[in-house]
Structure formats: structure tokens, C-alpha cells
């Protein structure tokens, strides 16, 4: 899950920014949670695909027949880091429009929808 992205970036977005933009029902959105099914389990939100960073080796060959490169992708977890690693990785295998979701789902619960469980 390291390497180098060599100048490309990619940007955060707030929760609330996220809760609007699941509210508004738009299309083409690439939903990825890098938390572990323990996690899932406890808190999630709809619409995300589960792609734990400790499966990594499991998954990782798929991410570029599963996914659209070129297609927004907006990534969670806990509290942010690890789904910044993920992002990272998505610039290094070419995705050319990667978020991450600042704060994850633990700012999630607090600031758009208290009635997703803290952990």
C-alpha cells in the first residue's frame, strides 16, 4: 500500500460535503470503505464497497476491472488515514479523481447522522 504518486495528488472532502452529495442521489459516484467487516458491521453507510486495507493482496488485482479510473471515487474509514493510504495507491494505479472523506465515519456519526454508532 506504498509508493510513489510522483506529483499527483488527490483532495478531501468534509462529511457534510459527502452527506449532500449521497443525498442528491447523483450517478457515477465510486464508493470505497477500507475498514476492516468488524468495523463495517458496527457503522457503515450505505452504498459503500467493503475493500479492507488488511485484504489488501486479496483484492488489490481487481481495483482496475472493478472500478472506473477516470470515475469520481471518494473513500472512507475510521477516521481518516487509513483511506488516505487508499487513495494514495488509487493516484499510483493511474485514478485521476480520488477524495477522501476527512474525518470518516467517526466525524460522520457526530456532525450528519448521530444514529450511526460510535466505536
Not at 21 to 34: A, K
Not at 81 to 108: D, E, H, P
Request: with cysteine; proline share 3%; glycine share 8%.
Amino acid at each position: 500500500m506504498t509508493g510513489n504518486s510522483f506529483g499527483q495528488t488527490f483532495t478531501q472532502i468534509s462529511v457534510e460535503e459527502l452527506a449532500k452529495r449521497l443525498s442528491s442521489g447523483e450517478q457515477g459516484i465510486q464508493l470505497v470503505d477500507v475498514r476492516e467487516p468488524q468495523e463495517v458491521d458496527t457503522a457503515s453507510i450505505q452504498g459503500f464497497v467493503n475493500l479492507p486495507l488488511s485484504q489488501f493482496a486479496e483484492w488489490s488485482e481487481q481495483v482496475q476491472s472493478r472500478f472506473n479510473a477516470d470515475a469520481e471515487t471518494l473513500v472512507l474509514c475510521h477516521h481518516g488515514i487509513r483511506s488516505a493510504q487508499m487513495c494514495q495507491w488509487l493516484v499510483t494505479q493511474g485514478f485521476t479523481n480520488v477524495k477522501n472523506i476527512g474525518g470518516g465515519i467517526a466525524a460522520y456519526s457526530i456532525l450528519v447522522d448521530p444514529s450511526i454508532p460510535q466505536y
